[in-house]
C-alpha cells in the first residue's frame, strides 16, 4: 500500500511476555519514528531512526524496549517482559528527511493483562 | 514538564458554534504542525507552520503562528460534527530532527 503499515494492529498479551511490533515504511522515506501514546494523550518519542546513522534511542522509558530498523527498510520494536504500564498505542511514523513531515501508521493497540 | 501546553484539554461544543485551540511553550520552534487524530487511527498532518506570525487558512479552519515562534492557535469556524477528533500541536526544534507533541484538545462537535 501507500502508507505506512503496521502490524499487528492489536495485541493482547499476559504480563512478562515479549512483544515485537512492526512498521513498514512508505517506500523511500528515510526517517522513521516510534511513539507511545497512552489513552487519550499526546505522543511520547520513543526513537528515531535517520538512513544508516545511529539512532536516537534518547526515549526508550527503559531497557526492555528496544528498537531495529535495517536502511529503509522495515523496523521492529520489541518489548521484554512487559508489565501493564507499558499498554498503550504504539504509532510508527516515516517521513522523506530528518525535518520532513510525519506520515503515520493506524498503530499497534497493546494491552498487558 | 511538558514542553507543549495545549489548552482546552477537552471541549464539547454544538455545531455551528466557533472555537480556538491554543498551544503555548516557553521555547522557540521553528516550525509547528498540527495534527487531527480520529479514534483507531494514526495523526494526520493538518498544516505546518514555519513563519513567526504565518497565518495558514484551511477551509473553516485557520491556524497562526506567533510572532515569536512560541505558540499557535486553531481556530474553527462553523464546527461540524465532522470536525470531531484529538487535535495535536507538534514543535520542531532549531536544532533537532524530532517533534514534540502536546497532549492534545479532545474535540466533539454534537449535531
Known amino acids: 500500500g501507500a502508507g505506512v503499515s503496521q502490524s499487528p494492529s492489536n495485541k493482547v498479551t499476559e504480563k512478562g511476555k515479549d512483544v515485537e511490533l512492526r512498521c513498514d515504511p512508505i517506500?523511500?522515506?528515510?526517517?522513521l519514528y516510534w511513539y507511545r501514546q497512552r489513552l487519550g494523550q499526546g505522543l511520547e518519542f520513543l526513537i528515531y531512526?535517520?538512513?544508516?546513522?545511529?539512532?536516537?534511542k534518547s526515549g526508550l522509558p527503559s531497557d526492555r524496549f528496544s528498537a531495529e530498523r535495517t536502511g529503509e527498510s522495515v523496523s521492529t520494536l520489541t518489548i521484554q517482559r512487559t508489565q501493564q504500564e507499558d499498554s498503550a498505542v504504539y504509532l510508527c511514523?516515516?517521513?522523506?528527511?530528518?525535518?520532513?513531515?510525519?506520515?503515520f501508521g493506524d498503530g499497534t493497540r497493546l494491552s498487558i493483562l | 514538564t511538558q514542553l507543549l501546553e495545549q489548552s482546552p484539554q477537552f471541549l464539547s461544543i454544538q455545531e455551528g458554534e466557533n472555537l480556538t485551540v491554543y498551544c503555548n511553550s516557553s521555547?522557540?520552534?521553528?516550525?509547528l504542525q498540527w495534527y487531527r487524530q480520529e479514534p483507531g487511527e494514526g495523526p494526520v498532518l493538518l498544516v505546518t507552520v514555519v513563519t513567526g506570525g504565518e497565518v495558514k487558512k484551511l477551509k473553516r479552519l485557520t491556524f497562526q503562528f506567533g510572532d515569536a515562534r512560541k505558540d499557535s492557535s486553531l481556530h474553527i469556524t462553523a464546527a461540524q460534527p465532522g470536525d470531531t477528533g484529538l487535535y495535536l500541536c507538534a514543535g520542531l526544534k532549531t536544532s533537532g530532527s524530532r517533534l514534540t507533541f502536546g497532549e492534545g484538545t479532545q474535540l466533539t462537535v454534537n449535531p
Open positions: 517506500s523511500g522515506h528515510t526517517a
Open positions: 531512526f535517520q538512513g544508516n546513522s545511529a539512532p536516537d
Open positions: 511514523a516515516t517521513g522523506g528527511g530528518a525535518r520532513q513531515p510525519q506520515h
Open positions: 521555547s522557540v520552534f521553528s516550525s
